[in-house]
């Protein structure tokens, strides 16, 4: 199956897509934590967005279509694979449906406040990307990564500022793609603000999985 996660940053993508990947076996494809793989290894590439992803703005198209399309060469996608991330805008969707045709487009949808909220208490792994929040999905022991064991840290792009920020990118660069996966008849939303475990049962609903 291949799969598109949508919804604004913080509404719970990087969660729901741990939780889909692991149902499916299929990998979770973060435009995001390739960049900052690419960031923290200091590659040439990484040195050229550092300052645009702590600024809370988005890459440029041409540059996450090739990190995608490499990834998406790789052996472990051949039976599909959970976009989470990407694509970010209409340029991106559209080169996106030159490579592949994809299955369906899961939109987890939370308003604005409730997304400011929730990203201050955001904790990431920065070895692993692994996602974690100190009330509604914390980590067994206090700063410290479940599944590396890794310090966890506060994101840059994830400080309140910089999150609103990056609300109105997604506004007005991202939502548009609600409407452009609707009128292909592939989009699916979902209730973002339900716990955690509801959201993933609405999900497998809509994608019809059990
Ligand atoms: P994320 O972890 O998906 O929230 O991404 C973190 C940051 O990486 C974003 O704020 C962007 O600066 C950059 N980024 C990730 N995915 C994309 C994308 N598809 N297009 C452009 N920039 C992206």
Wanted: aromatic share 4%; hydrophobic share 40%; with cysteine.
């Amino acid at each position: 199956m291949k799969l598109i996660l949508l919804g604004a940053p913080g509404a719970g993508k990087g969660t729901q897509a741990e939780l889909i990947c692991e149902k499916l076996g299929i990998p979770q494809v973060s435009t995001g934590n390739i960049i900052r793989s690419e960031i923290k290894s200091g590659t040439e590439l990484g040195l050229r967005v550092k300052s645009i992803v702590e600024s809370g703005a988005l890459v440029p198209d041409s540059l996450v279509i090739e990190l995608l399309k490499n990834r998406i060469a790789q052996d472990d996608c051949k039976n599909g694979f959970l976009l989470d991330g990407f694509p970010r805008t209409i340029p991106q969707a559209e080169a996106l449906e030159g490579i592949c045709a994809v299955d369906a487009v899961v939109e987890i949808h939370v308003p604005d406040t409730a997304i400011v909220n929730r990203m201050s208490g955001r904790r990431t792994c920065p070895t692993c990307g692994a996602t974690f929040h100190v009330t509604n999905k914390p980590p067994k022991k206090e700063g410290v990564c479940d599944v590396c064991g890794a310090a966890l840290i506060v994101r840059p792009d994830d400080d309140p500022e910089v999150v609103r920020g990056r609300l109105k990118v997604y506004h007005e660069q991202t939502e548009p793609l609600i409407a452009f996966y609707r009128e292909r008849g592939l989009l699916k939303t979902v209730d973002g603000q339900l716990p955690l475990a509801d959201v993933a049962a609405a999900i497998y609903e809509a994608l019809g999985i059990r």
